[in-house]
């Protein structure tokens, strides 16, 4: 029972670990790396790295769960946001980066209900696709380089003005990742949604 709970145990402590790193960030200093920048990076990047200890946990001791299945990329998207949301609010960075983030997750949940994510068949049909874990890999490095490299009161009039330039490659590769995966798991729910009315309707006929 133990070893079977060690890679859920991990899914969870990255969601309990969110909070912490959002206070971090809001006592980072906007004019000089300082001690809590390395904190909320350090706090941030263990965080991040329970995606990859839980799955390979879950593999090799062959436990993967059905809780795992819906509550791991559902931690992965907390952290993400919860976190992006927080250097937003801190001006750490653009107003607009945020929003790109939170709008497709918004939509993807409002979306779940819909197509019934509760049923084990559905999430095993609507598995993580591998775009969804690049973009998760993308985004999590551009949120590292923005904790350490973006300092609101030094920023600049320019484009780029509160944005670190390598930063902000990456994080528009994690958007055009998060977007695509959005856009499959989409395409795969209106799928099931047909066949479900098919075979409604063909339990009617009969």
């Not at 402590?13 to 920048?37: G, N, Q, Y």
């Not at 941030?44 to 200890?53: G, K, N, V």
């Not at 949301?85 to 607009?96: D, K, N, T, Y």
């Not at 197509?115 to 874990?133: F, Q, S, Y």
């Amino acid at each position: 029972m133990i070893k079977k709970n060690i890679a859920n145990f991990f899914t969870c402590l990255r969601i309990f670990l969110i909070p912490v790193v959002i206070w971090l960030i809001s006592i980072m200093s906007k004019e000089t790396v300082d001690a809590e920048h390395w904190w909320a990076l350090g706090v941030f990047m263990f965080a991040a790295s329970t995606d990859f200890i839980d799955g390979q946990i879950a593999r090799r001791t062959n436990t993967i769960s059905e809780f795992g299945k819906l509550v791991d990329p559902l931690a992965d998207r907390l952290l993400v946001i919860s976190v992006l949301v927080a250097l937003m609010w801190r001006e750490f960075i653009p107003l607009w980066m945020g929003i790109l983030i939170v709008s497709r997750d918004v939509l993807m949940l409002a979306g779940a209900p819909i197509i019934g994510i509760n049923d084990k068949e559905v999430r095993e049909k609507l598995a993580v696709h591998w775009t969804g874990k690049a973009a998760t890999a993308l985004l999590f490095t551009s949120i590292c380089l923005f904790i350490l490299l973006n300092l609101p009161a030094k920023a600049d009039a320019g484009f780029f003005g509160k944005v670190n330039p390598v930063g902000f490659v990456i994080f528009c590769l994690g958007i055009v990742f998060s977007y695509l995966s959005g856009f499959i798991y989409v395409r795969r729910g209106i799928k099931l949604i047909g066949a479900g009315r098919t075979e409604g309707g063909e339990a009617g006929a009969d």
